[in-house]
Structure formats: C-alpha cells, structure tokens
C-alpha cells in the first residue's frame, strides 16, 4: 500500500542522512529526474516538453500533494492521457511522488526547483567555475 511505502522511504531516508542535497545559491533546492520533471510538465500542462520552459519551475509542497491525490485516484491508463504526463512515467510517477513528498518532509522543504539539468551538466558546471576561479587566481 501506499502507506506502507512511505513508512519505508521514511525508514530509509532517516538511515541514509548522506543524501545529496542540490542546494541553490538563494537557498532553495533543485530537484532532477524524470518524476520531477513530469509533474513540472503537469503543472505547466506541456503537450509536448520543453526542458527549456520546465527548467527552474518551482513546485511548492501543496502543488505536489494535489498531484498525489489526484494521480492516485487515476487508473493507468487515464494517466497515461493526460497533458504533460510522459506515458512512460505514468505507471511510477505517484511512486515517485511518495519519495518526493517524504524526502521533503524528512527535510521539511516547502518547495522544490526543477532542473532538466542531469549530474552530469552539474559535475561539467562546477568544473569550470573551478577553473574560471583558477584563472583568476592565477
């Protein structure tokens, strides 16, 4: 059950306090992935995604539990319909809102940004402020 669930990625996420926080300069936090990212598409009801317009789209907690409760009521198939729901997510995204959802209480974040933007473009940005700092220093 979804209860059931959410006491285990609770459980989980309470053990593991090594979780990697994308933390922002303005003291917010970025969330990436495809469960994001979808419920950025939702929100903003893309018919076709657009990284461009998803990116740094601010979802706050109650925007987010309103997708549950309505995701959650849905059968597969009528998910898998609606605008700005990749299809291909429509079987795991309330999954993946429960981890959201949990991951934001656990560390009581009202919003999230979402980021199109994968590790690896965060690894190559930190890189090269590293070496503009560098140079500088230089």
Excluded: C
Excluded at 102 to 127: A, H, P
Aim: aromatic share 6%; charged share 25%.
């Amino acid at each position: 059950t979804i209860e059931v669930r959410k006491q285990w990625t609770m459980k989980v996420m309470s053990r593991k306090a090594a979780v990697v926080l994308l933390h922002r300069e303005d003291g917010g936090f970025v969330g990436n992935g495809g469960n994001i990212t979808t419920l950025g598409a939702l929100e903003l009801q893309m018919a076709k995604y657009d990284p461009m317009r998803g990116q740094g789209k601010r979802l706050i907690l109650r925007i987010i539990e309103k997708w549950y409760n309505l995701l959650i009521k849905l059968p597969l198939a009528t998910r898998r319909t609606m605008i700005g729901m990749n299809s291909e997510r429509a079987d795991i995204i309330i999954g993946g809102i429960v981890i959201l959802l949990t991951f934001m209480n656990l560390f009581s974040l009202k919003e999230i940004r979402v980021s199109d933007s994968g590790n690896m473009e965060g690894y190559l940005k930190y890189k090269n402020e590293e070496s503009m700092e560098n140079i500088k220093n230089d």
